[in-house]
């Protein structure tokens, strides 16, 4: 049902970078709308994490950062901390679908 | 701060209605676009309903179009999702989110805590 590809998984040890990968298509990503990332720990709703392709709403560290390029984007956490193990979803505007969020991505702080 | 409060969620059998509600403050809701997002158990978000800051336009992705219907009272700073001939796979946390402002792709800037809607026999 979800029209943007995330991988189901990542995992790195503290301090490491690990980047999720938001895989969409011309309808949506390609068709120039942002792209924006929802962090949501288990039993909690999602909050903001990047908005606009590569903003962060305050408060959010600044190891958190986003990119977009073509039919994709990604984002990068830097320096992994064991608060960081949590959902990640994209998000963005389809034009046959409305707004359509990623797949999600589980990130484990090994 | 921005709060959102959900509730009407329930147990109902299949083919039965249900009324969710939305309970905003924090913020100034009649100049807000207002979306609802669901999740079913251990699944990712789905985008459901989205509605106007004055109510003029609504919009709904093509697979719940007819069944599900939102609708706001600005007087009362409150959100509504009427939900229509349930069915098993529309059990999910029905959460309700304040669209951001200004934005050409808007994003869902604040999220309540979610209402949880079982549709079993």
């Known amino acids: 049902q979800s029209v943007l590809t995330q991988p189901p998984s990542v995992s790195g040890a503290p301090g490491q970078r690990v980047t999720i990968s938001c895989t969409g298509s011309?309808?949506?990503?390609?068709?120039?709308?942002?792209v924006h990332w929802y962090q949501q720990i288990p039993g909690t709703a999602p909050k903001v994490l990047i908005y606009a392709n590569n903003n962060r709403p305050s408060g959010v560290p600044d190891r958190f950062s986003g990119s977009k390029s073509g039919t994709s984007a990604s984002l990068a956490i830097t320096g992994l901390q064991a608060e960081d193990e949590a959902d990640y979803y994209c998000q963005s505007y389809d034009n046959g679908l409305g707004y359509v969020f990623g797949t999600g991505t589980t990130v484990t702080v090994l | 701060q921005v709060q959102l409060m959900e509730s009407g969620g329930d147990v109902v059998q299949p083919g039965r209605s249900l009324r969710l509600s939305c309970t905003a403050s924090?913020?100034?809701?009649?100049?807000?676009?207002m979306h609802w997002v669901r999740q079913a158990p251990g699944k990712g978000l789905q985008w459901v309903a989205v509605i106007s800051s004055d109510a003029t336009d609504k919009y709904y992705p093509n697979s719940l179009r007819g069944r599900f219907s939102i609708s706001r009272d600005n007087s009362k700073s409150t959100l509504y999702l009427h939900l229509n001939s349930l069915r098993g796979d529309d059990t999910a946390v029905y959460y309700c989110?304040?669209?951001?402002?200004?934005?050409?792709?808007?994003?869902?800037?604040?999220w309540g805590q979610g209402t949880l809607v079982t549709v079993s026999s």
């Open positions: 924090g913020f100034t809701f009649s100049d807000s676009s």
């Open positions: 989110a304040r669209g951001s402002y200004g934005h050409p792709t808007p994003y869902f800037a604040s």
């Open positions: 011309r309808s949506n990503i390609g068709a120039s709308y942002d």
